[in-house]
T-cell receptor, first 118, second 115 residues
Framework: AQSVTQLDSQVPVFEEAPVELRCNYSSSVSVYLFWYVQYPNQGLQLLLKYLSGSTLVESINGFEAEFNKSQTSFHLRKPSVHISDTAEYFCAVSPSRGGGTSYGKLTFGQGTILTVHP | EAGVTQSPTHLIKTRGQQATLRCSPI?????VYWYQQALGLGLQFLLW???????NRGNFPPRFSGRQFPNYSSELNVNALELEDSALYLC??????????????FGPGTRLLVL
């Protein structure tokens, strides 16, 4: 089974400041890692994902996340945030191998609400 | 390319009634997933369908059920509604059989309110 812990439930930050949203996971098998974003009254949108290869992955809107296997972390960062980044961010994992009760499902963290102030 | 669509957007029911929620996946996707996003409980996996069959199920009682049709659209049924079933129900779809690397794309959700 997998579990995901997002260490901060809320992160307030001023516009143009850097931000880091923390995510740690636990799993007995290797996993794929995802960050999703949810804007108010909307569904989830994929921000970025780590499947294999380079441990640093980037999104088209300036976010990046680094997979750290030894620390079982997948923290999300942005060097300069914008008002429009205000949303709830979810870290999620899925097992990289088939079978078992976790197969096919995403396990989500509790979410981090990022609020960008002008 | 059209995204995942869900209907209705909002649904109001009373305790004991049944609710039916619908989902149409992205064209070419064969897997459909259902998640519940309840206040204070986060996003919880409900069901996964692929090629018309239920492939996995989360820790929910049997009154949560569903099916997948030949065109890969899906229906989630919740029987004997309880107040705590009030939540946003999200549907997602992916290619192939839910292999972990296949990205799940989410719809806008159906907000169910049980009075």
């Amino acid at each position: 089974a997998q579990s995901v812990t997002q260490l901060d439930s809320q992160v307030p930050v001023f516009e143009e400041a850097p931000v880091e949203l923390r995510c740690n996971y636990s799993s007995s098998v290797s996993v794929y890692l995802f960050w999703y974003v949810q804007y108010p009254n909307q569904g989830l949108q994929l921000l970025l994902k780590y499947l294999s290869g380079s441990t640093l992955v980037e999104s088209i809107n300036g976010f990046e996340a680094e997979f750290n296997k030894s620390q079982t972390s997948f923290h999300l960062r942005k060097p300069s945030v914008h008002i429009s980044d205000t949303a709830e961010y979810f870290c999620a994992v899925s097992p990289s191998r088939g079978g078992g009760t976790s197969y096919g499902k995403l396990t989500f963290g509790q979410g981090t609400i990022l609020t960008v102030h002008p | 390319e059209a995204g995942v669509t869900q209907s209705p957007t909002h649904l109001i029911k009373t305790r004991g009634q049944q609710a039916t929620l619908r989902c149409s996946p992205i064209s070419g996707h064969t897997s459909v997933y259902w998640y519940q996003q309840a206040l204070g409980l986060g996003l919880q996996f409900l069901l996964w369908y692929d090629e018309g069959e239920e492939r996995n199920r989360g820790n929910f009682p049997p009154r949560f059920s569903g099916r997948q049709f030949p065109n890969y659209s899906s229906e989630l049924n919740v029987n004997a509604l309880e107040l705590e079933d009030s939540a946003l129900y999200l549907c997602a779809s992916s290619r192939h059989r839910g292999a972990g690397q296949e990205t799940q794309y989410f719809g806008p959700g159906t907000r169910l309110l049980v009075l």
